[in-house]
C-alpha cells in the first residue's frame, strides 16, 4: 500500500506501478518468448472454474483497479536494477525498460452477476504481454469479487437495513482491507469504518467510538455524558459493562439533557443479539425515545442477520467485520486465468476437473419479463439473443472510456441482481442453478481443438 493522497477509481493520484507484481515463471516464459521469437496474439481468459459452496453468483469487480494498474505498467530503473541481481540478461532488461501494454482487453462491467466458466475478462494481446499481468488480473479482479459477492448476500439478509463494513482492522493486510471495503460499497453496503478507503474511493465513512473510551472513564454514565458533550449526534456503545444497564443510562442521560439530546442510537457488540435488541427497544420506546437507533456488530454474517432479522429482532444498521472482511465462508475463490488461442488458433487445457474453453468468448443473458432466465457462452463472434456481458474497456493498451464513477457500478450491482431469479438472490446454495449453456458453435469448436490436440499429443 502506497501512501497515496487520494484517486484510485475516483480520487486522482497516480496509483503506482506493479511491474514486479507477477510470479517469477511470467518473466521466465517472457525471456524464453524473446529469445526464441515468439511474438503470436494470445487470447487470455479469466474464470471461476465454481462458485463457493454457499454461493449462487459472483458480483465482478476490481476491473477499475487493474486497469489503472495495466495502463501505468512501467519498470523502473529499481526494478531493473533488482532483476538484474536475479541474472536476468541486459537484452531483456532493455525491453523491460521499454514495456507498455498495447493489448486489448474486453471485460464485464464492474457490478455484474456472474457464474462458474463464464470470462470475466478477457486479455488479447502479444504472448509476453498478456503473460506477465496474469499474477495482476488474477489478484486485482478475484480478491474484490468475492467481496462484493459477499457483501451482496449480506445487504441481502439484512432485508433493506443499512449495512456497514467494519472490516478493516480484521483484513489479511492494509491493502485487502481497502480493497474490500470499495468491493463491500459496491455489493451493498452504505459506509466503511476505515478512513483511507473513504479517501480514495468516495466511500461515506462512519464511526463513532470504542469500549476503551468508556474504560478511560471511572463511570459509564460520565463517559456518555462526556462524548455527547463532543458528539451530540452520536451513537452510544453500551455494552461494555452491562447493555441493559447501559441501555438505562442513555435514557437517563436523555432526561438529564432534555431538549439538547441528539443521540441518534445505541450499539450493542456482544451477547444474545436478540433478546438485547428487544430489551433495549423496549426501554428506549417506554422513554419516548423511538427515534434512537440499535446498531448492532460483532460476530455477524448473513445467517446470522437472517436469523435475527426473520425473528424480529429490532435492529436498524448491521456493522459487519471478520466475517465480510475475509470472506470466512469461502476465503478463496477458484479464479484462473487460462490460453484460450494463440496465433488465431484455439486453445485448451485437457487436465481432469480443470476445463477451458478455447477462442474469444462472448456471454449473452437472457431476459423474460425482466428477470434472467440464463446465459449462454458463444464464440466472440457470434450474435446472440440477449444482452452481451464483455465490451471493450481497453484497445491497443489506452482506455476505451472513462473510469466509471463507483455510484455507477454500485448502482449497477442492486439493479442487475435485482434482475436475477429471487431463488439465486436467497442465501444458501440454490436447489435450482442458473443456467450456463455453451453455445453449439463454441461446443463444436471445443471438440475440434480438443481432438487436434489429441491428435497431436
Known amino acids: 500500500m502506497t501512501a497515496e493522497d487520494g484517486g484510485g477509481a475516483s480520487g486522482g493520484a497516480s496509483p503506482r506501478s506493479l511491474a514486479l507484481f507477477t510470479d517469477l515463471y511470467e518473466l521466465t516464459m517472457l525471456r524464453a518468448y524473446r529469445e526464441l521469437g515468439i511474438r503470436q496474439t494470445a ?190 449526534e452520536t451513537v452510544l456503545l453500551v455494552d461494555t459493562y452491562d447493555p441493559i444497564a447501559g441501555v438505562k443510562k442513555v435514557v437517563a442521560l436523555a432526561k438529564e439533557l432534555g431538549a439538547a439530546f441528539k443521540v441518534r442510537g445505541v450499539r450493542l457488540d456482544s451477547g444474545d443479539l436478540l433478546a438485547l435488541s428487544k430489551a433495549a427497544r423496549q426501554l428506549l420506546d417506554e422513554a419516548g425515545l423511538p427515534n434512537v437507533k440499535i446498531v448492532a456488530s460483532g460476530g455477524l454474517d448473513e445467517f446470522v442477520i437472517l436469523d435475527l432479522v426473520a425473528a424480529g429482532a429490532p435492529i436498524d444498521t448491521f456493522g459487519v467485520g471478520t466475517d465480510l472482511a475475509v470472506s470466512g465462508d469461502a476465503p478463496a475463490l477458484d479464479i484462473v486465468y487460462k490460453l484460450t488461442e494463440f496465433g488465431g488458433a484455439g486453445r485448451v487445457k485437457l487436465s481432469v476437473g480443470k476445463r477451458s474453453l478455447p477462442g474469444r468468448k462472448q456471454i449473452f443473458r437472457t431476459f423474460e419479463h425482466g428477470i434472467a432466465v440464463g446465459d449462454t457462452i458463444a464464440r466472440g463472434v457470434e450474435t446472440l439473443p440477449g444482452t452481451p456481458l464483455l465490451r471493450p474497456v481497453m484497445l491497443k493498451g489506452k482506455r476505451v472510456e472513462p473510469a466509471e464513477s463507483l455510484k455507477t457500478i454500485r448502482d449497477r450491482c442492486r439493479t442487475e441482481l435485482a434482475r436475477m431469479p429471487e431463488d439465486i438472490r436467497r442465501i444458501g446454495k440454490s436447489a435450482r442453478s442458473y443456467s450456463v449453456a455453451i453455445s453449439p458453435s463454441l461446443d463444436a469448436f471445443d471438440r475440434q481443438v480438443r481432438d487436434d490436440i489429441q491428435k497431436n499429443a
Not at 116 to 142: C, F, K, R, Y
Not at 210 to 219: G, K, N
Open 43 to 232: 487470447v487470455f481468459s479469466l474464470f471461476a472454474r465454481r462458485l463457493p459452496a454457499e454461493r449462487n453468483f459472483l458480483v465482478a469487480a476490481g476491473l477499475e483497479d487493474f486497469l489503472q494498474a495495466i495502463e501505468t505498467l512501467r519498470f523502473n530503473e529499481s526494478d531493473l536494477a533488482y532483476l538484474r541481481a536475479q541474472g536476468f540478461p541486459e537484452a531483456i532488461l532493455g525491453h523491460l525498460k521499454d514495456f507498455r501494454f498495447s493489448g486489448d482487453i474486453y471485460a464485464m462491467p464492474e457490478g455484474t452477476p456472474f457464474f462458474e466458466n463464464e470470462a470475466v475478462i478477457e486479455v488479447v494481446a502479444p504472448m509476453e504481454e498478456a503473460q506477465l499481468v496474469e499474477t495482476l488480473a488474477i489478484n486485482q479482479i478475484g480478491f474484490p469479487s468475492l467481496i462484493a459477492s459477499k457483501a451482496a448476500r449480506i445487504v441481502a439478509a439484512a432485508q433493506g437495513r443499512p449495512v456497514i463494513d467494519f472490516g478493516g482492522r480484521r483484513a489479511h493486510g492494509i491493502d485487502a482491507a481497502v480493497t474490500g471495503a470499495r468491493a463491500s460499497y459496491i455489493g451493498g453496503a452504505e459506509a466503511t469504518a476505515n478512513v483511507y478507503a473513504g479517501r480514495r474511493y468516495g466511500i461515506p465513512i462512519t464511526g463513532t467510538m470504542a469500549h476503551s473510551f468508556i474504560q478511560s472513564f471511572d463511570d459509564e454514565m460520565e463517559a456518555f455524558r462526556s462524548f455527547a458533550r463532543v458528539y451530540p
